[in-house]
Antibody, heavy 123, light 107 residues
C-alpha cells in the first residue's frame, strides 16, 4: 500500500523557518517525482513545488521562489520542504503527493497524497 | 500563468442525479487536465487524468470529457459518498494550477 506521512508543521512567527518531511512507503520512491501542494484554511489547492526522481528538475510557484527549497533523500524514502522567511500567507495544510508515472515520464498528475501537516505563521 | 475557472462554484443535487462540472483554461492545455475529489479534512483523490482517463479503482459513474475549450467532469448517478468538493488541475505547464473548486452538496 502506498503511504506518505508528513510531519514538521507547527506554529511559527513571521520571518521564521520550518522544515517539513514526508516519509514514503509502498512504492519505489527513487523512481517517482514528488510534489508539495498546500491548502490555506477554507481555500482551494495550490501547487507549491515539484522535484523529479533524480532531483534533476526542480520547480517552484513564484510566491515561494527564493524562500522555499524542496529536496529529497532517496536512501531514506523522504521528501523535504525547507521554508524560510515565512509569511502569514504561507499558513496552510501542506500535502506531499506522488506523481502518477514513474521515471522517464513526469506527468504532474498526483495519484497518492499524504494526510497533510499544518503550518501556521502568526505572531 | 494558466488560470483554471470552474463552474459552478457549488451545486445542490440529490442521490441519483446526473451532475456535470465544467473547467476552462485561460490558454490551450491540450488534454493535460486532471480532476480530484476532496472530502472535508481529507487529502484530495485523483479521479480523472489526461482529461478522460479514469484512475484505477475509481467508479465508472465518474467520467471526464472535452467540449471545445471546456473540460467536464460528469457523475452519472450521484451517490451519497460523492458529496464533496471537486477540483480541476492543469498539468500542461508550471505553475500547475488548480481550479477554485466546486462543492457538490445534498439537496
Amino acid at each position: 500500500e502506498v503511504q506518505m506521512l508528513e510531519s514538521g508543521g507547527s506554529l511559527v512567527q513571521p520571518g521564521g523557518s520550518l522544515r517539513l518531511s514526508c516519509v514514503a512507503s509502498g512504492f519505489t520512491f527513487n523512481t517517482y517525482a514528488m510534489t508539495w501542494v498546500r491548502q490555506a484554511p477554507g481555500k482551494g489547492l495550490e501547487w507549491v513545488s515539484t522535484i523529479t526522481a533524480s532531483s534533476s528538475i526542480i520547480l517552484y510557484t513564484d510566491s515561494v521562489k527564493g524562500r522555499f527549497t524542496i529536496s529529497r533523500d532517496n536512501s531514506k524514502n523522504t521528501l523535504y520542504l525547507h521554508m524560510d522567511s515565512l509569511r502569514a500567507e504561507d499558513t496552510a495544510v501542506y500535502y506531499c503527493a506522488k506523481d502518477l508515472m514513474s521515471m522517464g515520464a513526469t506527468t504532474y498528475y498526483f495519484d497518492s497524497w499524504g494526510q497533510g501537516t499544518l503550518v501556521t505563521v502568526s505572531s | 500563468d494558466i488560470q483554471m475557472t470552474q463552474s459552478p462554484s457549488s451545486v445542490s443535487a440529490s442521490v441519483g442525479d446526473r451532475v456535470t462540472i465544467t473547467c476552462r483554461a485561460s490558454q490551450g492545455i491540450s488534454n493535460w487536465l486532471a480532476w480530484y475529489q476532496q472530502k472535508p479534512g481529507k487529502a484530495p483523490k485523483l479521479l480523472i487524468y489526461a482529461a478522460a482517463r479514469l484512475q484505477s479503482e475509481v467508479p465508472s459513474r465518474f467520467s471526464g470529457g472535452v467540449s471545445g475549450a471546456d473540460f467536464t467532469l460528469t457523475i452519472s448517478s450521484l451517490q451519497p459518498e460523492d458529496f464533496a468538493t471537486y477540483y480541476c488541475q492543469q498539468a500542461y505547464g508550471s505553475p500547475y494550477t488548480f481550479g477554485q473548486g466546486t462543492k457538490v452538496e445534498i439537496k
